[in-house]
């Protein structure tokens, strides 16, 4: 699902430096990714969903090379076929909750949005627990529930790549849990695979494979 070579990635005028010599992701897999705060986690995902491109190497997302796409196509690209629950939630404070969680299909006519989709919101906003928050504005809600509204807008078009950073941080013990539940059920429903970066050690045994990024060859240029 994911094949990543001789990938090397930097910001403009920044020190840090992003180097993957080789990273494969079969399909179905569940990986966990660990590694210290600044270790370029985030920037992995950015990378996989297009969202920045490397100054080196290839990325190839379900048989297409993302990298090598101009801007427009891997937008499209990414709204096709990846679910990306943003560290940072990313949610727009001027809609309320239901519709941030339809927003890709507002924005995108790879997506069409109907009365069955209306529906599959509903569903995902009451497994997470926040049904009767949909016509609330995001900037009321606490940080946990904003993290349940990003998990709901990444499931709903049913990807088939979901990106997660860090999915679960926000959230109590109790929930954790059943929010992985739910992560897992909807990657395995349909076959899809996860990419998870999580701080969380007591839920990585539940995942396939973990990758810890201080294994990933890092050299901070001087
Ligand atoms: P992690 O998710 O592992 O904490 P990040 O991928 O967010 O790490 O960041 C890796 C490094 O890149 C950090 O040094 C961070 O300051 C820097 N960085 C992240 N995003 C940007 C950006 N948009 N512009 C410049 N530097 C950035
Ligand atoms: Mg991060």
């Known amino acids: 699902m994911i094949q990543i070579h001789g990938l090397n990635f930097t910001y403009p005028g920044r020190t840090f430096q992003l180097q993957i010599p080789d990273f494969q992701v079969q399909q179905g897999e569940k990986l966990a990714v660990i590694g210290p705060s ?6 992995l995902l950015n990378l996989v969903s297009g969202i920045v491109t490397p100054k080196q190497g290839e990325i190839e997302v379900a ?37 941030n969680i339809l927003h890709p299909y507002r924005i995108s006519r790879a997506l069409r949005l109907d009365r069955e989709v209306r529906e599959r919101a509903a569903l995902l906003a009451g497994q997470m627990d926040i049904r009767n928050k949909l016509k609330r504005r995001t900037d009321d809600l606490s940080q946990g529930e904003k993290q349940r509204v990003a998990i709901c807008r990444a499931l709903l078009p049913g990807p088939r790549l979901l990106l997660a950073d860090e999915a679960t941080g926000n959230l109590d013990p109790r929930n ?15 076959g899809a ?30």
Not at 197 to 222: G, K, N, S, Y
């Open 38 to 43: 600044g270790s370029g986690k985030t920037t």
């Open 63 to 99: 048989g297409t090379t993302v990298s090598s796409m101009s801007d427009a196509e891997r937008r499209d690209f990414r709204i096709r076929n990846i679910g990306f629950v943003f560290q940072d939630f990313e949610l727009l404070d001027y809609l309320h909750v239901l519709d």
């Open 176 to 190: 954790k849990g059943r929010i992985l539940d739910l992560l897992f059920e909807a990657v395995d429903s349909h």
């Open 193 to 222: 695979t996860l990419l998870a970066v999580t701080h969380d050690h007591e839920l990585l045994p539940r995942f396939d494979r973990v990758v810890d990024f201080a294994d990933f060859q890092q050299t901070a240029a001087a």
